[in-house]
């Protein structure tokens, strides 16, 4: 490597100055490169680094000593030319079965406890962002308080099961709260449903012995994202007066400024009742046989919160009635920022403007948004709808709108259909024929390249995964298109986010008891 110390020049100066015109011959004697000498090298842009030096001067014109690092470029008729092909080393081209690997690294499969009327469930996560701001948790746990193996209210103890997907933006730390956190806070708010006054000695706060109802189970949920959330925001503000450094304050308003939506989903065996509860544009899709013919449809128990939801955008106006504007209605983004009408976190939508204001002064932070006047635009109360199973095969998908910004409800449903039949014959990874699929699924993409809002196409799908979340994530990739998948796996930050959203994925099998019976 040699090395050439140029001047000081005016900084000023040498900003506006552009590499390109860094291109004369050079002769260099240099040490360790002395055998190279009489050689001419010929520098390029690329091949040139600068490191500032010592600066001089505070005021009027500010000078800095730069050291170019070059490494010399020989002549064709080098004999040590080959040194110097770097084409396709420092990104390789994505191969197949990288990108397979890569679809299948955060897989995971379980099977559900006895009692739970879970079959099994199976869950993936795969990044664009880096880190990824997507989360998912699972869960069963008790909700009718139990104490010494029987429950408070005189019903016997059963575990709901919980399944979370929270797709999180600006960062990841609000989605990683959740993950955390709003699992056990909806349990402990159901939990309270089946606490009897004891004071007064009366029953639990529903009417007879059997469960309480689906309005009470729906309020209890809303409650707890709305404590969780307000925790949240709260704990932002107060970071800026009692924490004692910098670092504590930043740490502490990381939830708050970072936003996230939540699709969380919980299930009570011993009703048979689905509670479905959405902050955001993440959605559940439920799968159930269709009693006129032996296809499955597609029930949707969520609804996206986003501009372009003609509730979402009355509800807004209506709140803020001097605002007019406050949803874009051509984009669908509330001032003119934000995708979602609901979310977790989200200080910049939620918070006082003067505590806005007080963190673009000492941590850098952007200006208030323009139009910010009468806060919050944003909450996290979730939309919570209630189903009743019927017992016969139904499964569930939950997914982060990475999944279904290029597919369908009807498509999913019947993608999940195709993994079933696949799987309980034994065919996952082989064709009609009984040889691997793999060896023949190329398919020719290059003409048309890569679209962030391409739609896949029936034709395409394949079975090839033994876990049904990464099956919908490789075919939302791709599918059969192995070209396909892995140009758009291969897309590494910050292209990726341009081609792909962080996706994740959780789909669930309920018992099928009529089948049992």
């Known amino acids: 490597m040699l090395r050439h110390t140029i001047r000081p020049v005016p900084l000023r100066v040498q900003c506006k100055a552009r590499l390109a015109k860094l291109r004369p011959h050079a002769t260099s004697t240099h040490g360790s490169n002395a055998h190279h000498v009489g050689r001419r090298f010929r520098w390029s842009a690329p091949s040139i680094g600068l490191r500032i030096g010592t600066t001089v001067g505070l005021c009027g014109a500010t000078f800095a000593t730069y050291t170019i690092y070059c490494d ?40 559900g406890l006895k009692g739970s009327g879970i079959e099994r469930w199976d869950s993936v996560r795969c990044a664009s962002n880096c880190p990824c701001e997507d989360m998912l948790a699972d869960a069963q746990l008790p909700v009718s308080n139990v104490v010494d193996g029987s429950s408070r209210s005189g019903l016997p103890a059963s575990k709901w099961s919980f399944w979370g997907v929270y797709d999180g933006h600006a960062g990841s730390a609000t989605s990683a709260i959740l993950r955390m956190a709003l699992i056990a806070y909806v349990a402990d708010g159901l939990s309270q449903l089946y606490i009897p006054n004891v004071l007064n000695d009366e029953e639990p706060r529903w009417e007879g012995r059997s469960h309480p109802s689906s309005a009470s189970i729906e309020a209890s949920i809303k409650s707890s994202f709305c404590l969780l959330d307000d925790e949240i925001v709260a704990d932002g503000i107060r970071a800026l007066r009692d924490a004692k450094t910098h670092t504590e304050a930043l ?9 996230s939506c939540a699709l969380l989903a919980a299930y009570n065996p011993s009703n048979k009742q689905l509670h479905v509860a959405c902050t955001g544009d993440s959605r ?6 269709d009693p006129k013919s032996e296809e499955y449809i597609a029930v949707p128990l969520s609804a996206d919160q986003t501009g372009f939801n003609k509730t979402e955008l009355a509800r807004l106006r209506a709140e803020h009635p001097e605002e007019p504007d406050v949803v874009n209605v051509k984009s669908g983004r509330t001032l003119e920022k934000i995708a979602v ?58 997914a982060s ?4 910004d290029h597919l369908t409800n009807e498509q ?27 060896n023949a699924l190329t398919i020719s993409t290059t003409a048309r390249g890569f679209q962030e809002d391409w739609q896949i196409e029936d034709q395409n799908f394949v079975v090839e995964d033994e876990n049904a979340a990464t099956h919908l994530v490789r075919n939302v990739l791709g599918g059969k298109d192995q070209e396909m998948l892995c140009g758009v796996v291969g897309a590494q930050v910050p292209l990726s986010r341009e081609v792909r959203d962080d996706i994740t994925v959780q789909v669930i099998f309920f018992e099928n008891t009529a089948q049992k019976a």
């Open 284 to 289: 559940a899709v439920l799968g159930r046989p």
């Open 341 to 398: 009408t609901r979310a977790f976190g989200d200080g910049l939508w939620k918070w006082p403007l003067q505590v806005i204001e007080e963190c673009h002064e000492r941590f850098w932070w952007a200006p208030p948004l323009s139009k910010y006047k009468t806060p919050p635009y944003l909450t996290a109360e979730p939309l919570v709808t209630t189903s009743q199973l019927w017992g016969e095969g139904e499964f569930l998908i939950l």
């Open 401 to 404: 709108d990475g999944l279904w």
């Open 412 to 438: 999913a449903v019947n993608l999940v259909r195709m993994w079933q039949k696949a799987y309980r014959n034994g065919t996952i990874g082989r064709s009609q024929s009984g040889g691997s699929q793999s």
């Open 72 to 111: 010399p470029i020989r002549l064709d008729n080098s004999p040590h030319r080959e040194s110097f092909d770097w084409n396709g080393k420092a990104v390789k081209p994505m191969d197949f079965h990288t990108a397979v690997a890569w679809l299948r690294k955060e897989e995971n499969s379980q099977r």
């Open 251 to 259: 740490a502490r308003l990381a939830p708050g400024y970072s936003g």
